[in-house]
């Protein structure tokens, strides 16, 4: 049963990941087709980053209200609908309106996902740890097989054939959700939905200065990954010269280091410390940032050297990752909906800021994005570093 439950929040969680990554070796066809330019064409990503980053907001604490199935369900039919609008859209307005409805609703799975492990493990947080890594671990699949299926795809059916794909597979999960997934949240657990109590509850959550920067690391260090991927376009089409069915070379690597990553720091979960655990994930982070910055002052980018120092990049962050996750959602037990909501946000709106405003500035330039992961590496450890600095007696 705890398979199963980790495979199907797993998958949850692979619906963002899946709008974010299949149609990016569309991007050039889609602008061909609306006679639009690249930096249009990149709000395709913007808008649904911004509106899913938004939504997130929420998910958690309508879920803490009316339960974490209804939500999920609801959230998934308004995705599968939006996905078939963007297939069959007639103009980019209707393309762009059509993703960010994509964009509210994809976030609910990845969110509630978060609240329902700390339903089930919160009596062992290393329990939980471990189960966050494992759904990590499949989790991961999605950014490694979506650009490649996205690839083969537009090349065979044309680009809206990534959109009626991501419809088919919204429509599946309400089926599994529906009938594999039990409610986590009794209903005498839950909270009334009163407009002045979760204004409350949301100012406690904002004004827990270690909340905000353990929240603030993990958005920081994904913002190397995010990086990429808002700049995979350019990046394997413009840098590596490669055609719209080689993504893989871009995404296999990332993906691979965040799986075994993942697979590794769970086994370890409960064994070795969360902290040293944060420590070990740092340092390889801070590792593949040199030799990512050495590579591309020294060589142009080629593969498969580029690609490498981003697999070991995103091992060092999947080891890092779960433990800060389920220390923040730790300092808030009876909200933590609200909280898996405040975490998912910050983390994807610095997701959206990178993709959506750094990466066109740096996507020209594989060292540019190489020193823009260094940045965002330094950002988070530093945000890590003075969440310890702020932790209450009680916390510690």
């Given amino acids: 049963m705890q398979r199963l439950l980790t495979v199907i929040l797993a998958l ?16 050039p066809a889609i602008g061909r087709e609306f006679a639009v330019g690249p930096l249009a064409v990149q709000q395709t990503l913007s808008v649904f980053l911004f509106t899913f ?8 604490t309508l879920s803490d209200s009316f339960g974490r199935r209804p939500v999920i369900l609801v959230a998934l039919a308004v995705y599968t609908l939006s996905s078939l609008g963007a297939a069959f859209a007639p103009t980019f307005g209707w393309l762009l309106v059509c993703r960010a409805l994509q ?19 919160s009596h062992d947080q290393s329990h939980a740890q471990r189960i966050m ?51 986590s949240l009794p209903k005498e657990q839950r909270h009334a939905f009163h407009g002045v109590a979760i204004a409350k509850n949301y100012l406690k959550v904002l004004k827990n200065p270690q909340f905000l920067l353990l929240s603030l690391s993990v958005g920081m260090a994904f913002g190397g ?29 990332l993906i691979s280091g965040m799986v075994i990553g993942s697979a590794w720091g769970g086994k370890k979960a409960g064994k070795i410390d969360p902290a040293r655990l944060v420590w070990l994930g ?42 800060i996750q389920v220390g923040a959602l730790g300092l808030f037990p009876a909200n933590r909906g609200l909280a898996s909501s405040m975490l998912s946000f910050i983390q994807m709106m610095a997701f959206a800021l990178v993709s959506g405003l750094l ?30 600095r702020v932790q209450t007696p009680q916390q510690q």
């Fill in 133 to 183: 890594s494992h759904i990590m671990m499949v989790f991961g699949l999605a950014p490694a097989i979506a650009p490649i299926l996205g690839g083969w795809l537009h090349v065979t059916f044309g680009w809206r054939s990534t959109f009626i794909f991501l419809a088919v597979f919204g429509a599946l999960l309400i089926a599994l959700v529906y009938r594999m997934l039990p409610e």
């Fill in 53 to 60: 980053a938004f939504m997130m907001l929420f998910y958690g």
């Fill in 12 to 27: 949850l969680g692979m619906v963002g990941a899946l709008a974010i990554d299949t149609y990016l070796p569309s991007i």
């Fill in 225 to 253: 990954l995010s990086l990429y991927i808002g700049s995979a376009a350019n990046f394997v089409l413009e840098i590596l010269h490669l055609p719209e069915t080689a993504f893989g070379w871009l995404f296999v690597p």
């Fill in 103 to 121: 964009g509210l609703a994809a976030g609910a799975g990845s969110v509630i996902g978060q609240a329902i492990v700390q339903d089930r493990f």
């Fill in 359 to 388: 990466a066109p500035v740096l996507f020209d330039s594989a060292l540019k994005l190489a020193w823009g992961v260094m940045a965002g590496l330094v950002a988070g450890f530093l945000c890590w570093r003075l969440s310890l």
């Fill in 282 to 323: 740092f340092g390889v982070m801070a590792l593949a940032g040199v030799l990512n910055v050495g590579y591309n002052s020294l060589f142009v980018a080629d593969i498969p050297w580029a690609v490498l120092p981003l697999m070991i990049y995103t091992f060092g962050l999947a080891v890092a990752m779960p433990a």
